[in-house]
């Protein structure tokens, strides 16, 4: 679900206005992050009315990531105006679950490629990167993106954070839009060194979007373009 927003045109009251709590983590917050937080849930609750359910108060957990309701999972990302949300609903009484990861970003602007690529990606992905993307610092953009897009599906598992650094670019697939990322590090009993997955992105004015669908127990991923 995608829906834009102006933060300039926010006030409190708006909270009450799309019947949404107000948490009281946001009591000292600036008014563009209230915004940011109020877009997310409206866009969800747009997203669970699409699955056919009712809206919820989805709150503020551990580490700021959003509590969904019980039957769904999603995972929220907003920048510059723009909130997407991905829900999947979970499969009853199945040994797996759905654990959505998205994020949207702005491209890295060619000068901070030297910068920030070191804290983002080791010599050999930035090697692989510099092969498949024409313009480097995108590339870059995409798989800063993708990194965190796998953060936050795996978050519920993991439960802390972990660096992008712990995260390998295996393989690049231009043609279907397609990151495969690996595990270099132990993260859980069942995510460990050299676990896979698959991230999908799509690019647009300047910015990228990315997304993915982790399956909790098997570790299959379920992708599609947008």
């Given at each position: 679900m995608h829906c834009s927003f102006d933060a300039t045109g926010y006030s409190d009251a708006l909270f009450k206005h799309y019947d949404i709590n107000?948490?009281?983590?946001?009591?000292?917050?600036?008014?563009h992050r209230k915004a940011e937080y109020l877009a997310g849930r409206i866009a969800a609750n747009h997203a669970m009315a699409a699955l056919g359910m009712p809206p919820a108060n989805i709150s503020i957990g551990r580490?700021?990531?959003?509590?969904w309701p019980s039957g769904v999972a999603g995972a929220?990302?907003?920048?510059?105006?723009?909130?997407?949300?991905?829900?999947a609903k979970q499969l009853v009484d199945s040994p797996s679950h759905l654990r959505p990861g998205i994020d949207y970003e702005s491209f890295i602007p060619a000068q901070d490629l030297k910068l920030l690529a070191t804290s983002i990606v080791n010599p050999a992905e930035l090697a692989l990167i510099t092969t498949h993307f024409q313009?480097?610092?995108?590339?870059?953009?995409?798989?800063?993106?993708a990194k965190e897009?796998?953060?936050?599906?795996?978050?519920?598992?993991?439960?802390?954070?972990?660096?992008?650094?712990?995260?390998n670019v295996s393989n690049i697939n231009i043609s279907c839009r397609e990151?495969?990322?690996?595990?270099?590090?132990?993260?859980?009993?069942?995510l460990q060194r050299g676990c896979r997955f698959k991230v999908y992105w799509q690019t647009m004015d300047n910015s990228v979007l990315?997304?993915?669908?982790?399956?909790?127990?098997?570790?299959d991923q379920i992708g599609q373009q947008a």
């Open positions: 107000f948490p009281p983590q946001l009591t000292s917050t600036v008014s580490h700021r990531s959003p509590v929220i990302t907003h920048h510059r105006g723009q909130v997407y949300c991905m829900l313009h480097p610092e995108q590339g870059l953009s995409v798989v800063f993106s897009s796998l953060f936050k599906a795996l978050y519920p598992e993991v439960g802390r954070y972990f660096d992008f650094l712990d995260v990151l495969e990322l690996s595990l270099l590090c132990d993260l859980t009993r069942h990315t997304w993915i669908l982790h399956c909790a127990n098997n570790h």
